[in-house]
């Protein structure tokens, strides 16, 4: 199975729209970003996370809700195989693009990530200081909370009934985790560097994912029918069905330096007290 891992806010669900519009037609991608359905051979790249609860259910022996994240870790394995079955069952659509947020790691020495049914993860990263400004309206937060929980080594998200939890840690932790991978093919890029430069960028993506008969022409139109400003105008007339009911609109900037205007400075100054050497790996100070 093909993943985007990252944390969030840093562009997942950019990747894999881009991905999606890039075999679908214009019909089928309003649709599958308008409904949440896995019928057959409908498009579904938008709707697969490897945190849905029923797929663990259904190798769990116990209800989920009298089980802890350890005992959901050691599930993982299993309910991963579900997922892979579910896909390859429901739909011919490649390439397929899972959604996760975890970590690159362990717990309680079990890895999350198993070569068995991990091929290749993208993995997006964003300037922290923007993160804070997205994540802080997706949970209903402000700033300071934000950045406390970026900065927490026990982080883990798994608010919405229908998910198991994910495990996030600390942003330098979770970024780092994923530059450091080495038993999984891993393709990292920078939301700036997809903002600036999207068609080259996400034509890297595809190529690392192995699409076939990939072409620059198509590359750039998957990228102009998933513009920021048109996913806005789609929310607003259909909605989106990863927006959380804490958010008031899934698609809200987009933006690779609106913290700049957002962030309070003293938000901004302990982001980079707590990240700075990987945001300075990273070329953001």
């Known amino acids: 199975m093909q993943f985007v891992a990252s944390y969030p806010k840093s562009g997942n669900t950019w990747v894999r729209l881009v991905a999606a519009a890039y075999t679908l037609s214009d019909d089928a991608l309003m649709e599958s970003l308008t409904s949440y359905s896995a019928a057959a051979d409908l498009p579904a790249t938008l709707q697969y996370t490897d945190v849905e609860r029923y797929q663990y259910q259904t190798v769990s022996p116990f209800p989920l809700s009298k089980v802890d994240f350890p005992v959901e870790v050691r599930l993982r394995p299993a309910a991963l195989l579900v997922l892979n079955r579910e896909k390859n069952l429901t739909t011919s659509q490649r390439p397929i693009l899972i959604k996760s947020h975890h970590i690159h790691g362990q717990v309680d020495n079990i890895d999350l990530w198993n070569t068995t049914w991990a091929d290749h993860v993208v993995n997006p990263v964003r300037d ?45 932790t979770h970024v780092r985790s994923w530059l450091n991978a080495d038993e999984i093919p891993v393709h990292t890029v920078k939301y700036e560097d997809l903002q600036a430069n999207p068609v080259d960028e996400f034509y890297d993506i595809l190529d690392f994912l192995e699409v076939p008969d990939l072409t620059e022409e198509r590359v750039e139109d998957a990228v102009e029918r998933t513009r920021f400003e048109r996913m806005q105008e789609m929310e607003a007339e259909h909605g989106f069905h990863e927006r959380t009911a804490d958010q008031a609109q899934f698609f809200r900037s987009g933006q690779t330096a609106g913290w700049k205007d957002e962030l309070p ?12 050497a990987v945001m300075e790996r990273l070329g953001y100070l």
């Open 128 to 172: 922290p200081r923007e993160i804070c400004c997205s994540f802080a309206a997706h949970r209903d937060m402000d700033y300071e909370e934000t950045a406390e929980l970026m900065n927490d080594p026990m982080a883990r998200m798994g608010e919405e009934d229908e998910r198991v939890n994910s495990l996030l840690t600390t942003w330098s």
């Open 265 to 276: 400075t003293d938000v901004a100054r302990k982001i980079e007290d707590d990240h700075g």
